[in-house]
């Protein structure tokens, strides 16, 4: 008898749901961002302690007070087989956020915007999220014909991966501006 055998061993094993309804709620925006080097690996990234240190080695990259939003990503879809119609091969994000630090920060982001080698961590109200993937970072720095405007960094970062960031809880006490080397 020809033929073969196809175990199903691509399939993720599933774990349960939580359905706690009295779990308190995340609300949005996000508040803070990091960019981290490609490497750099933490062993608890809810320990205050790592941060300081990967932010104290040039490792990590802190934007403390920032303002921006995660829209909802769009799928990154392949070709189906057998009688699945389509693969979700993974999802295409990207994140605006607004610097308020202007002239201080050309050269900082003239530099951020070619490098292919940092990960990012963006904020909500307690949550901190990490990318698995390298990102882009396009920096924009729009003047408005308004009197009243402020002048402001508007940067998107982008990038793709085959899942979303899990949120995990972000230490509060490392968002404050640092000075290397202190």
Known sequence: ???GYYPNT????VPPHSCDPCLPREFGRVRAVAFIKEGFEFVDETSQSEWEAG????DIILIPKVHGALPEPSEQMGAGYGDTVETLLGYEFVLTYY??????NCDF???????QSYKLM?????????????????????????????????VQVKWKDSSH?????????????YELGE
């Open 122 to 154: 963006y904020k909500t109200e307690t949550k901190g999220h990490l990318t698995d993937a390298t990102v882009s970072v396009i920096p924009k720095a729009p003047i408005e014909d308004d009197l009243n405007s402020e002048v402001v960094w508007m």
């Open 109 to 115: 982001y003239n530099a951020l915007q070619g490098q």
């Open 165 to 177: 960031a899990c949120p995990f809880n972000f230490p509060e006490e490392v968002l404050k501006c």
């Open 99 to 104: 610097d308020r630090n202007y002239a201080e």
């Open 55 to 58: 932010i104290q080695s040039g």
């Open 1 to 3: 008898m020809a033929g």
């Open 10 to 13: 691509c399939e993720n094993v």
